[in-house]
């Protein structure tokens, strides 16, 4: 930890970059895509992002951003000073500034505490526009790790009932903590012929429930799975749904209005319709 | 002979007997004097009378009613009967006005938080799933009441659950219990209440309450 403080010292520069955790409650709702994408989108459009993998012992978006064969050092080893902490950053070569601090995956949560996380993050925030964390399920130490330097919170959600409540346990806990996050949140997995159906939570129940801002939607894709097991996240396809729902996340945490997509099954039969008309197959 | 200086008086009645105890003398004085008196006052043979005591405002703990009902049980021609004292401690009046004590909970109750009071709880907001509201008076929620409730915890019937939509996951008032999967109302009751009424526990709307649960909400709006 001395080291990171020397850190702070030697490398004081004017940046006052936003720190923003991933949260769920939840396993597999999609926490590691959601950074990851969000980070990628922020690079996409110019900023300097880091994202910090603090899901120790089950790391996994190193793989999301195939950097998973780069990383040599990681949060751990920072913590316990067995390297400094730009040493254990991974560049990511497809952006001008996108760099990733993995997590251990050998060691488990307790092998770093809250307020050597939130050294370490506001020590980042001095070099990066923004910080992204991404926070392991549960709501033990490990999400206590991730939230401890984290200014905002993006809580992620699917249409189920499970996710719900465990949202909402995790939007209760976030509003109690110490520093008083307000969390936004992000609809994932969205199936509008079955929320149409009543076979799933539609977005209104969602909202009612949870009453907090709802940042954005993300269809249900299979090119979600196919980008993360690509090691290239699905917002840098132009083309894709799932990536433009991310991309329009990442402009409202930039304070831009974008008007939510349109999930109506009858606007997707007439968007498949067109992609097909566009591949000559009708 | 002298007069011995009395601090028991008895005084008869329909029902029995009522001792009223002096309420400045102390213990020792009052039961050396009642003994002597309950043994000036049996009779042979006779029906035993009960006995009432009353100690105005005298506290009398644990230890004085045992010494009382044992001196009482020596004599077969009296019964122990109770007693009544116009004094109580914090802990009985916190009790007694516990169920009429009102707490409020700004915002929302989420899952996993649990608000447990003495007394009955305002939530100004909803009451979501898996956060759970127990109160030993009444429930209200501003908002929808999605979550578990109980109220009337410790036993008071007059207790109601009010939201302005209710659709709980679990209910109980008292002892009895409501389970959304076997019980009506499956939907949501938008003004809802639910109450103790003579079949158990019964659903309405908040206006169609009866007078009985309204007295209740009389008198509170009264004190303000």
Excluded at chain 1, 120 to 134: C, H, P
Excluded at chain 1, 221 to 242: C, K, L, Q
Excluded at chain 2, 75 to 103: P, Q, V, W
Aim: aromatic residues 6%; hydrophobic residues 40%; charged residues 25%.
């Amino acid at each position: 930890m001395e080291q990171v403080k020397e850190q702070v010292h030697r490398e004081a520069k004017t940046k006052v970059g936003r720190a923003i955790v991933v949260t769920s409650g939840k396993g597999g709702v999609g926490k590691t895509t959601t950074t990851a994408n969000i980070g990628t989108a922020l690079a996409l459009m110019g900023h300097s992002v880091c994202l910090v993998d603090t899901d120790i012992g089950l790391r996994n978006l190193d793989i999301v951003l195939g950097l998973d064969n780069r990383s040599i050092y990681n949060i751990v080893d920072v913590v316990t000073g067995q390297c400094k902490l730009h040493q254990a950053l991974v560049r990511d070569k497809r952006f001008e500034e996108m760099y990733l601090l993995p997590a251990a995956q050998s060691k488990d949560k307790s092998s770093v505490t809250p307020d050597q996380v939130k050294e370490i993050i506001d020590t980042l925030k001095r070099d990066y526009d923004f910080v992204l964390i991404d926070c392991p399920a549960g709501i033990e130490q490990g999400f206590m790790n991730a939230i401890a330097g984290a200014d905002e919170a993006i809580v992620v959600t699917t249409p189920e009932k499970a996710a719900v409540q465990d949202a909402d346990r995790i939007i209760g806990m976030l509003e109690r903590s110490d520093r008083v996050i307000t969390p936004k949140l992000v609809i994932n997995r969205v199936r509008s012929h079955m929320m149409e159906s009543g076979d799933m939570l539609d977005i209104d129940e969602i909202m009612r429930i949870l009453s907090i801002d709802l940042l954005g939607l993300i269809v249900d894709d299979e090119e979600v799975i196919a980008a993360s097991h690509r090691g290239v996240p699905v917002t840098m396809n132009p083309d894709n749904r799932a990536g433009l729902g991310y991309r329009n996340i990442t402009r409202r945490i930039l304070g831009e209005s974008v008007p939510l997509l349109d999930l109506s099954s009858k606007q997707e039969k007439g968007f498949f319709l067109k992609l097909k008309k566009m591949l000559g197959l009708k | 002979m002298i007069e011995r200086k009395r601090f028991v008086t008895m005084k008869g009645h329909r029902t029995g007997l009522a001792v009223h105890v002096n309420e400045r003398c102390s213990v020792e004085e009052f039961l050396d004097d009642l003994e002597l008196t309950l043994e000036e006052k049996s009779v042979e043979n006779g029906r035993a009378v009960p006995i009432t005591f009353f100690f105005g405002r005298r506290y009398v703990d644990e230890g004085v009613l045992t010494a009382l009902e044992s001196i009482v049980a020596r004599h077969d021609s009296f019964l122990y009967n109770g007693y009544e004292s116009d004094c109580i401690t914090k802990e009985e009046a916190k009790a007694l006005y516990g169920d009429r004590t009102f707490h409020y909970f700004g915002g929302t109750a989420r899952s996993g938080q649990v608000l447990d009071v003495e007394g009955s709880i305002v939530v100004v907001g909803d009451i979501n799933p898996g956060a759970v509201v127990r109160a030993t008076g009444s429930i209200y929620c501003l908002g929808a009441l999605r979550g578990t409730v109980h109220a009337g915890k410790s036993g008071y019937q007059d207790a109601v659950i009010a939201a302005s939509i209710l659709q709980p996951k679990w209910l109980s008032i008292c002892d009895i219990v409501y389970h959304e999967i076997e019980e009506e109302p499956a939907e949501a009751l938008d003004m809802g209440c639910a109450f103790l009424g003579e079949s158990g526990l019964e659903f309405s709307r908040l206006q169609t309450v009866p007078q009985a649960r309204m007295d209740q909400f009389a008198i509170d709006s009264e004190r303000g």
